[in-house]
Structures are given as C-alpha cells and as structure tokens.
C-alpha cells in the first residue's frame, strides 16, 4: 500500500533562504569589452565567486604592504606560466616564491636552452631518462658552491642564472627573485629529482641548502598575518612544508592567525585541502580551493588580481 501524502507540511518560496538569487546569474559577454567587464559577467557563485574573492583578498594584501607567497609545483612552470609569476614578482604583488625540487630543473632548462619536459616514455626504457648532461652538471655544481657559501639553493641557481649568458634567462623565476631580492625558496626530497641520479650530486650539500631555505620560508611566514598564500600545482612536498613552517612561526611566538590561504590545482588533493586550505586557517583566516587547469585559472587570476589593484 502506498504511504498518504496527505498533511504534508509546506512553506512559501518566497519566505525561504536561498543560496543562489538573480543577481548572482551570469550575463552572456559582449564582444569588444574590456577584461574587467568580462570578469562582471561571471556569475556570483562558486568557484567564479571564489576566483574573485581571492583576487580581492590578493588586491588587499598588496595595497596594506602585506606578504603574499606563492607554492609552485613544477608543473606551473613547464606549462608556460613563469612570465605570470615574474609579472606579478616585478609588480611588487608576489613577495616570496617556494618550489620543489622539479621546479629548479623546468626553470634553467627554459633559461639555458628555452625548452624543458622531456619525453619520459621514450627514455624510461633506455636508462637514460633525466640524464641531460648539462641539467645535471651545472645545477649540482650551483647547489654545491651555494652550500659553501651558506646559501639557500633558491638563491644559489638564482644567482648562477642571472650572472650567465643563458638566452632566455629573463623566463627565469630563480634569476627573478635575485634581481628584485625576493626570496625564492626550493624545498627538496632526496631521490625526487632527475638531477639526483648524476655523478657530480652532494645528498650533503643538497640538504644544507634546502634546509637554509625551509629557514628562509619560515621567516617569510611571520609576516603573513594579514597576507596571502597560494599553493599552485603541489600535491605533497609542498603543502607538508608549509604546514610545519606556520607551526615553527606559531611556536615561536609570531601572530600569525588572520590570513588567507589558497590552493589551485586540475584536481584536488588531500594534504593540500587539509595543510593549506583548511587546518592553518581553522583559528582565523579564510582558506579556498579553486579547481582548473593551471594554464587556464592562473592567468586569470593574475589578470583579475591586476585588475582589482587598479
């Protein structure tokens, strides 16, 4: 026997809450117009309305002289948007930069020979996968003379980048941050990167260096309240980096509560919702996750950060 709908209770559309209203639809763009009408058009709700809350909150930062880093995963860099970051470093908006380890490798083979992202499955089989000589050779050689000099390795290849003759060094993020002073930090496990498997690599002064900068970065961080951090692209080291660097900051007495914090990846995953977006902000603060693929959302959201400083 079917159940009697009768004496259900109902309510007036009217006097309900509702999450989505007409304000917040979308209008479709008009041919001709400007970047910041187009960013009008996209509806209030979201990831369109988080995109432009970060940009808003980025926007902020910048005009109070607060830090706003950004996390890049190597990925960000071999899919052409190193020219963004650099935009944005030379605007003053981007005050530090963190990397992986992959990172360095992507950033001097566009300075050194303006390409970069081999063909893994074709060289996996033959043994020579990772073995391009120069990769190797000079950035171990860098890292190396940059311990001696108790440097970080973000600044040893940066400094190494920027005194050479490379064509196209300008595309460098590393040869950026020793230009402007701003510290570009790299963050490494030992047997993550191809530039491991060479003769001329120090596991010493590798772990010198990467330790010098995750110093670097936790300085950075006392400065966040108030600020921005974007994590781009990494799904592992450098979201565990960032969560035991607020935690060195936080322990040594620095308030930092207040803050915003931001990953962007094609897909989302674990440590960074839970070490970026969510557990450092759960005092304070707002923390986003914006989905998309990097060479779409970033140069968006570089534009609408651009466009909101005005």
Known sequence: MPLSFKGIKTYSLKGRKSKVKKDDLTTPYTGGSTFKEFLNTLPGVLGAKDLRSVAAEVAKAHTEGRTVITALGAHVIKVG?????????????????????????????LAYAGMTSEDVDAEIDTGLFGMAEETGRILNGAIKKGA????????????????????????????????????????????????????????????????MDFRILCNELT?????????????????????????????LGYKVEDFTTVNM??????????????????????????????????????????????
């Open 81 to 109: 948007l190193s020219g963004i970051v650099i935009d944005l470093m030379e605007r003053g908006v981007i005050k530090g930069v963190a990397l992986n380890g992959a990172g360095i490798i992507h950033d001097f083979e």
């Open 265 to 310: 990846d094609f897909m989302q995953h674990y440590r960074p919702v839970t070490n970026v977006v969510r557990r450092p902000t759960q005092k304070g603060g707002r923390g986003y996750a914006i989905t998309g693929h990097h060479e779409i959302m970033l140069p968006l959201l570089a534009a609408a950060i651009i466009e909101e400083i005005g």
């Open 223 to 251: 400065g966040l309240q108030g600020g921005v951090y974007i994590n781009i692209g990494s799904a592992v080291i450098l979201p565990e980096v960032f969560l035991k660097a607020i935690t060195v900051v936080r322990n």
């Open 148 to 211: 001696e000099e108790g440097l970080g390795i973000g600044r040893a290849i940066g400094k190494k980048i920027l005194s050479s003759n490379y064509p196209n060094k300008a595309l460098s993020i590393l040869a950026a941050g020793e230009r402007l002073k701003i510290p570009v930090t790299v963050h490494v496990g030992i047997g993550t990167d191809i530039i491991h498997m060479h003769p001329g690599s120090d596991g010493g002064a590798i772990g010198k260096a990467s330790m």
